[in-house]
């Protein structure tokens, strides 16, 4: 039993599988859950926190699922009790007897199953005697890296493969996808040692939890593995912890998992579903019958070209912020000469040779945006040779704001509802143009800059100290922002921040709304005399012609979206 778009999976910990002491328990549940989701696969998990589960009671569940027509699949968590229940201890990559360990892990693992996975405990965060000695002089990203990328191959990949040599090996990255090689994840190599990737998309309610992960930023990450292992990337995973008070929040990341284009979807875990979060299991179970009804009729996802090296940070986790303004990303962790628009934000300063990059775009006739973030870092890489821009360590308040210059002024103002800290750019006059800015007392500061170089342009973001300071940008100043980001798409909005959207080959295209409160949207396509059809009824949209465009305007509903088709 499955969707016809996408399967389902649900994870069962090693603690779960201790807490039910009879199958019925179990047998109960799945009851449950099937009359509200089509569940494809259950994972099964053999270790986690040293505490492992024998071999009577895995193959004891085995029989159950496989005897409903469930696939199953092992799970490993490689972590150790940590002295706080929030605390997350790896295993020590140095110390003999936890490798010891590992490999009996592996090995038991791939004889029960034909596919394992490696929850996002799979990395390191020991400083131990032993970690710090090994480390020597280099620096913790360094070590770590290399080393995980050693016991990826030698401990875990080799045992598998010996023992089960058919076995299908998959890593699931986690969603702190800018903090990756602090701890050992090493995405630059690991997803050519592993047969498969899984995507943690676990947003889960960005206003409580200490990490603060914006909504948009499922679809990024899975997107973002997608293209770094192309049909590989075999689904994304989430959770509903701290989902309880806005269950929007869950339903969100949904979203973000399927709008990406998912192969499969991981629930974790039965433990919390079976109790405390029972209750979003029908929730849930709706919302994919219904993405399920029409994610065969979008095609493939495009946006803004985005280059994140591997093993990069700078700006951390700024692309949720971005996409939550209404402006689409593809993120790839290569850069791609041939895309007409570009947007690298500080991390790209991983690249020793991001000038050379952006010099030979802007050559070739095409557009590079790149952040203040990446503007400071590049000094180094002889940034002069484009332009001379300074991004100084001084900042501005501001609340009111300009756009479209005008002979020597500028034609409209506007003011936000809350004072926004920006960074301030030195830049030459007449060489490069202020395209937005924040006003001053007496001056004002660039919020976006254009220049001319070859047969392309530059464009320099501002970024505010606090991303979430762009939520406080008026409308009108996010329109003009997306109007110049998005300037290849065929589509794309105007309104309030907080609205997603998500762009796919074949003309069609989703607009979802991460608001609190009903919004009126403009769709704005590159054409006149343009069509829509809305496939939640079938009912065609009348767009009015305003200079060479369509303009559609659309209400949304306070964490609900709408499909569309182009004609």
């Known amino acids: 039993m499955k969707y016809d ?20 328990k179990v047998e109960d549940f799945l009851n449950f859950v099937e009359k509200h989701i089509k569940v494809s696969k259950v994972y099964l998990e053999t270790f986690r926190c040293s505490q492992d589960i024998g071999k009577e009671k895995i ?15 092992g799970g490993i968590t490689t972590s150790v009790m940590g002295t706080h229940d929030w605390e997350f201890k790896s295993l020590c990559y140095t110390n003999p007897e936890h490798l010891n360990q590992l490999e009996k892990i592996v090995e038991f693992t791939a004889k029960m199953f034909d596919e394992i996975i490696l929850d996002d405990f799979y990395f390191t965060n020991c400083k ?34 010996k023992v089960n040599p058919e076995i299908n090996t998959i890593i699931k990255f986690p969603n702190w996808y800018d903090n990756y090689q602090a701890t050992g994840y090493n995405l630059k190599e690991q997803f050519k040692q592993f047969d498969m990737l899984y995507t943690g998309t676990e947003t889960r309610n960005p206003d409580f939890t200490q990490q603060a992960l914006q909504r948009y930023t499922g679809y990024f990450l899975m997107r973002y593995l997608e293209n770094v292992k192309p049909n590989n990337n075999l689904g994304g995973w989430f959770d509903g912890f701290d989902c309880m008070y806005n269950i929007g929040s869950y339903v969100e990341q949904a979203y973000m998992t399927l709008f990406a284009k998912a192969k499969e979807v991981t629930l974790f875990c039965a433990g919390t579903l079976m109790s405390e979060q029972k209750i979003l299991i029908p929730v849930i179970g709706h919302v994919f019958n219904e993405l399920d009804k029409f994610l065969d009729k979008l095609g493939s996802p495009i946006g803004l070209k985005c280059y994140k090296p591997f093993n990069s940070s700078g700006e951390d986790y700024i692309h949720g912020y971005l996409g939550m303004l209404g402006i689409p990303l593809e993120p790839d962790a290569k850069f791609d000469t041939k895309a007409s628009t570009i947007l690298l934000t500080e991390s790209a300063k991983k690249d020793n040779k991001i000038v050379d990059k952006i010099k030979t775009s802007l050559n070739n006739g095409n ?112 329109n003009k922002i997306r109007e110049i980001l998005l300037s290849d798409l065929y589509v794309r909005i105007e309104g309030p921040s907080k609205i997603g959207l998500f762009v796919y080959d074949n003309n069609t295209f989703i607009i979802e709304s991460f608001l609190q409160f009903n919004s009126d949207i403009k769709i704005v396509i590159n054409r006149e ?23 559609f305007t659309v209400d949304l509903e306070p964490a609900s979206y709408k499909v569309f088709k182009l004609n």
């Open 529 to 551: 005399d343009a069509h829509l059809v809305n496939y939640s009824d079938n009912k065609d949209l009348n767009g009015t012609n305003v200079y060479g465009k369509t303009v």
């Open 128 to 161: 131990c005697p032993s970690c710090i000695k090994a480390k020597g002089n280099k620096s913790w990203s360094e070590f770590r890296t290399e080393l995980m990328k050693t016991v990826s191959q030698n401990i875990v990949l080799n045992t598998a493969r």
């Open 5 to 24: 778009n996408f399967e389902t999976a649900i994870y069962f910990t090693v603690y779960d599988l201790l807490d039910v002491e009879a199958v019925s």
């Open 367 to 478: 557009n590079v945006i790149i952040t203040s973030g990446l503007l400071k870092e590049l000094p180094s890489q002889n940034i002069e040779s484009i332009i001379e821009l300074e991004a100084t360590s001084k900042k501005s308040l501001v609340n009111q704001f300009a756009c479209n210059m005008q002979k020597c002024a500028f034609k409209n103002y506007y003011q936000s509802n809350k004072k926004v800290l920006i960074p301030q750019i030195n830049f030459n006059t007449n060489d490069c143009w202020q395209i937005i800015v924040g006003m001053g007392e007496s001056k004002n500061f660039p919020i976006l800059l254009e220049a001319e170089y070859g047969k392309g342009t530059l464009y320099v973001l501002a970024v505010p100290d606090n991303f979430g300071d762009f939520y406080n940008l008026p409308d009108d100043v996010l």
């Open 59 to 73: 193959e004891k569940f085995k029989r159950f699922f496989h005897e409903k027509g469930i696939k199953t699949s």
